[in-house]
């Protein structure tokens, strides 16, 4: 079975992050009964908590990663991203 590590790059106080965790929540939670889906796994990481990720990502954020690769920066959408995890092989 495949699996997918879905990481949300943020920090607290950004609206957007917020919106970002909501909506990668939903997208993750309408996955889960899908046989065709792989095993999700999802974080979150602070730019306020590590020096790499603020020098890279502090004018991005929210960015989310799949499987350590950039999926998308500031909005995501929620098509793209169920059909992104749908290709993880």
Do not use: Q
Not at 75 to 87: G, M, S, Y
Request: hydrophobic share 45%; net charge negative; proline share 6%.
């Amino acid at each position: 079975m495949p699996t997918a590590l879905v990481t949300l790059i943020g920090k607290p106080g950004c609206h957007l992050c917020d919106d970002a965790r909501d909506l990668v929540s939903s997208v993750v939670a309408k996955l889960a009964d899908d046989a065709a889906a792989p095993t999700i796994t999802f974080e979150e990481r602070s730019i306020l908590d590590d020096a790499d990720l603020h020098e890279l990502y502090l004018e991005d954020i929210p960015v989310l990663l799949i499987n350590g690769k950039v999926h998308n920066y500031w909005r995501i959408d929620p098509v793209r991203l169920r059909t992104a995890l749908l290709e993880v092989s």
